[in-house]
């Protein structure tokens, strides 16, 4: 059985549906299973994983586990789960990372979690595999309401290029490390197969949109503030703000021969993703 945590988030959601045709039995863990809204097959239950008393019955029976954290808390959520699956004898986990991990330029709080919930995870004992995607293109969803209300896009960092990757992707890839033997062990990088950066994507979602959009690059002072401003927390916003200055290092932009082999097909670009994704910006 293969236990998903993050169940109903970005990664967690799009791995249930990538999971379903291989006929492998799938455990749901969230901290809301009444209101999961997962399909009939899988079986939800309740963990946090910020309790470890709260994962017993989540790893029980498992042999392969999805692991995602997040937040300054995320390298505890990963050595809590990597605890619990080991005493459960599981065989395998597989944790969502970021691709930042892996270059020893970047040390910017995200990657910092990350890094460190990597070796939480070695230590408990339990074969690893790290997927480590570059930027999401659906973190292009909190633009909504400033198209909506303005068509106007505000972001900081212009000169930045990420090779974004639909989540969707990064769930197809995860399919095939949890199915299919030979992974423990690795790191995989995954990128998108476009280096885009904001003014890019702006344009993009223009012509699927079918109307003018602007982009306005701003500081990234007031790019923290307006994230504070809508209920993120400081220490999260300062994260995210520094993980947005990391898209000016070469590199950030790397192939995506790694996406295109675990996947065995083109990896989506960002025009198919907002198309998928229009009414998200319908005013």
Avoid at 164 to 186: F, N
Avoid at 245 to 261: F, H, I, M, S, W
């Amino acid at each position: 059985m293969i236990l998903v945590t993050g169940a109903t988030g970005t990664v967690g959601r799009a791995l249930i549906d990538a999971l379903a045709p291989t006929g492998e039995p799938v455990r749901a863990m969230t901290r809301r299973p009444d209101s999961a809204a997962l399909p009939a097959h899988v079986e939800v239950v309740a963990g946090d994983l910020d309790d470890p008393d709260s994962l017993t019955d989540a790893v029980r029976d498992v042999d392969r586990v999805f692991l995602v954290s997040t937040g300054p808390d995320g390298p505890v959520q990963d050595r809590n789960l990597a605890t619990a699956a080991a005493k459960a004898g599981a065989a395998r986990i597989v944790k969502l990372s970021t691709l930042s991990v892996g270059d020893h330029r970047i040390d910017d709080p995200i990657t910092r979690w990350h890094r460190a919930g990597e070796d939480a995870v070695l230590d408990g004992g339990v074969p690893a595999t790290f997927m480590r995607p570059t930027g999401f293109m659906s973190n292009a969803l909190t633009w909504a309401r400033t198209i909506a209300a303005q068509d106007t896009v505000f972001h900081p960092y212009a000169d930045g290029r990420v090779s974004l990757i639909d989540p969707r992707d990064i769930a197809a890839a995860t399919a095939t490390v949890l199915t299919q033997p030979g992974h423990e062990g690795q790191a995989y990088p995954l990128c998108g197969p476009e280096a885009l950066g904001p003014a890019d994507e702006v344009a993009a979602l223009a012509e699927v949109l079918g109307r003018p959009l602007r982009y306005v690059e701003v500081s990234p002072e007031a790019a923290h503030r307006a994230m504070t401003e809508h209920g993120m927390p400081a220490e999260l916003a300062d994260a995210v703000v520094a993980k947005g200055a990391t898209t000016l290092q070469p590199g950030v932009a790397g192939p995506d021969d790694e996406l295109r082999r675990l996947i065995a097909t083109a990896p989506r670009t960002f025009r198919e993703w907002a198309r998928d994704h229009v009414g998200a910006f319908v005013r």
